[in-house]
């Protein structure tokens, strides 16, 4: 992927009549961390209303088993594992932002070349309580009806492997997508 290392060698370039115009190139790095911002701050504002849901749920809901409370118990870890992880996210494209332009391509090239295994873990581990603690937390609700409680067990099983394995890459897919078109945006400027 020569595109981050084309588009640092356009930026150290010394050649003057090779620089872009440095307005427009901090115009399109400026939309495109507007961009990024938002989202996050919308996918965290999101993520706080639904655990703030579950809370009322819990709230107005009769618990007489066990595997009820100890699944509450999870889904507020995974959403606090959650919360923890999406303000740590924000907090740092909020850092982003502060760095010089320069600087704020090194480290989005970086951050985009490696695999970031510790959100990666971070992200399995809430997934995990949320998907385990939902499954002990219906299990109240289903034991009198074992067909629909394998059901519900399989529609779980079948919507963390969706969410695992096509929407988490296709997310992916399309945030490489917009890094691109960030760096076509500052190509065609030269």
Known sequence: MDDFDDL????NT???ADIPNLEQMQTVIAKYQKTKKRNAFLATTLFIFCGLAFIAIILLQKQTFWTTIFGEMMILSGFVSGIILKLNSLRNITNHQLQPNKDYLQDLSNTTHRKMKHASWHLILSISLLVIGYGFFIYEKLQA???ALILSYIGIGLFTLGMYFIFRPLVNKISHNKIEKMIKEI???K
């Open 8 to 11: 640092k060698q356009l930026w």
């Open 14 to 16: 010394h050649d003057a």
């Open 145 to 147: 009806n074992q067909t």
């Open 187 to 189: 190509e065609d400027l």
